[in-house]
């Protein structure tokens, strides 16, 4: 068993070409301290906030290819080999088969039948998320797709999702918008479904060359202050700063090309949209 239930996002790492650089961004952007380099897993390096285990950092591998950095989220299995054989099954690709990665745990690559890269991890010795919800810490992810009936499809008969549609208003920033958010039942306090994932159908907006993505959101006590530090240090913002009910948010990318968001939930604009199931 794991500290997380099946299906909760659990971990989060990133590959860079020049990790000292990654280091120096994230650890100014959200605060961060990084532990010492695992020399036989590749240099893997945790990154900490206050403390706690939030994320980590790795360099590319030699010989691997030329694309941009790209953040992994991954999701709780209680079984990996298991979890494999329901993706295939749905209709996804393993990039990384099963593989045990010493006393921490196992883990597998996939992609969903969209297109977005996650992760899959089964806990031992690491355990995934010390610290969630609070700055310098994941929040939240979307998975963005031109296929959202692909996605939803794969995503309830991999994990134990329950799914509800977001009734958007007419508004110039939602209207005709397609969002739903894949739950846990019970998995919440006092028992109430948990949100752990949101699915937003790619539109127009969004350049052709830009493939299905999961977007990872980070915690910050000040959205606008966060992007600001994030464009000093070389990185680019695509999106935001926007109120929301669910909190002030900006989407960005690092000087090496991974995107991310980030998110300040204490500033909350608006009500809270309708929900349906779907």
Known sequence: MTDFPEGTPCWADAMFKDVEGA???????????????????GNYTQAHSDGKAVAAVVPTMPGGDESP????LYFASDDVH?????IKNAGGALLMEPMQVGSFGS????????????????????RGFEKTDEPGSYCWAELFTREPAKADDFLKKVFPYG???????????T????????????????????PVLGR??????????????????????????????????????????MDSPFGR????????????????????????????AA
């Not at 950095?69 to 992994?72: E, P």
């Not at 298991?82 to 329901?86: G, M």
């Not at 597998?108 to 010795?125: C, D, L, R, T, Y």
């Open 23 to 41: 280091k120096r961004f994230y650890g100014e952007l959200f605060g961060w301290t990084f532990g010492e380099a695992a020399s036989e897993y």
């Open 69 to 72: 950095s790209a953040w992994c």
């Open 82 to 86: 298991r979890t494999a054989e329901e």
């Open 107 to 126: 883990m597998v690559i996939a992609k969903e039948p969209s297109g977005a890269v996650f992760g899959v991890w089964q806990a031992a010795g690491h």
């Open 163 to 173: 799914a509800q549609k977001v009734e958007c208003d007419d508004s110039p920033e």
């Open 175 to 194: 209207q005709g918008m397609d969002f739903k958010v894949f739950s846990l039942g019970g998995g919440g306090q006092d028992g109430q479904d948990r």
């Open 200 to 241: 937003m159908k790619m539109g127009d907006e969004f350049p052709k060359d830009i493939p299905a993505y999961i977007q990872v959101y980070f915690s910050v006590p000040n959205c606008d202050a966060a992007v600001e530090t994030a464009q000093r240090l070389g990185g680019r913002l695509y999106f935001g700063p």
């Open 249 to 276: 948010f900006a989407a960005l990318s690092d000087p090496q090309g991974a995107a991310f968001a980030v998110l300040d939930a204490s500033t909350k604009v608006g009500e809270m949209p309708r929900m349906t």
